[in-house]
């Protein structure tokens, strides 16, 4: 389980003040549960997670994850970056193995152990084609396939799919899923999508900003496994334009009452 409690989050301004990025927060993730956070834009939700990967320290409160505080980044976690960050010199299943590499495993090694995991992506084919020959897609598939191959416990996805196109992004999203269900991970996902989060989640967490804190934390009761018409469902058409309508609010938008 990972425990955020009371994290906040400091950043010093150039004009030698200070600016609270996040306050406050605090809830909690469950072993194996998908769990959203959605946002408006500088709301701190990168930060959160890279918090919880250990690579920006909390200036207030703590994170637990089975009872130990995260003071730095650990093997139990992955984390999948909105840009696609390959190795632009090395071929796709170097790139896939490159997370064994840096864990201690040989260059050949690596190549072996991340062949299923290029497989489980679907592109096998393209073992030692580069990243520049590659979509954004399938980038963003080898670098799903490295996260994966180094076995996390939690997987941290920054708007993965945040660069794709429309009907790309919604296979990504149909393959992540599939990928969840066999693998089992704990995934903490943040998107700008709410069809995103409903489609995905057991759980999403909507932010309010200035400072970055909790407004509220939704359940998502739809049947798995997620299928395409998940997405028709009146549950599912509930639930986004709830948040939409928090979105919308914590924007000010004067068209729409304020929010309860
Ligand atoms: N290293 C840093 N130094 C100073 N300010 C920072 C730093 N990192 C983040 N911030 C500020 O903290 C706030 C939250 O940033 P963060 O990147 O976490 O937001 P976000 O919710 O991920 O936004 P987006 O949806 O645009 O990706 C922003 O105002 C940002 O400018
Ligand atoms: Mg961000």
Redesign the pocket.
Same mark, same amino acid.
């Given at each position: 389980m990972i425990e955020i409690e009371g994290i906040g989050?400091r950043?010093? $301004?150039r004009d030698g003040g200070s600016?609270e990025?996040?306050k406050d927060v605090s809830f909690s993730v469950k072993d194996k549960e998908f769990f959203s956070i959605i946002?408006?834009?500088?709301?701190?939700? $990168?930060?959160?997670?890279?918090m919880v990967a250990g690579l920006?320290k909390p200036t207030a409160g703590r994170i637990d994850i089975d009872g130990q505080t995260v003071i730095g980044p650990g093997e139990d976690r992955a984390m999948v970056f909105?840009q696609f960050v390959l190795l632009p010199w090395a071929d796709i299943l170097t790139n896939v193995g490159f997370g064994l590499e840096l864990r201690g495993m040989s260059r050949k090694e690596s190549r072996e152990a991340a062949k299923p995991y290029l497989e489980q992506v679907g592109l096998t084919r393209f073992a030692e084609h580069y990243p520049h020959e590659l979509s954004g897609g399938m980038q963003q598939r080898v670098g799903l396939a490295r996260a994966l191959a180094v076995g996390p416990d939690i997987l941290l996805m920054?708007?993965p799919f945040g660069a794709l196109d429309a009907q790309t992004r919604q296979l990504m999203q149909e393959d992540l899923m599939r990928l969840w269900e066999v693998e089992q991970t704990t995934v903490i996902f943040?998107t700008?999508s709410m069809d995103e989060a409903a489609y995905l989640s057991d759980r999403v967490l909507v932010?309010d900003?200035h400072p970055?804190r909790v407004r509220e934390i939704l359940d998502v009761p739809l049947p798995r496994p997620r299928e395409e018409s998940t997405r028709r469902s009146p549950v599912f058409n509930e639930l986004t334009s709830h948040m939409w309508h928090e979105l919308r609010g914590m924007m000010g938008d004067p068209t729409l009452p304020a929010p309860e």
């Open positions: 989050r950043f010093n $301004t600016f990025a996040l946002g408006p834009s500088g709301c701190g939700k $990168t930060t959160l997670l890279k920006v909105q920054d708007e943040v700008h932010m900003t970055g």
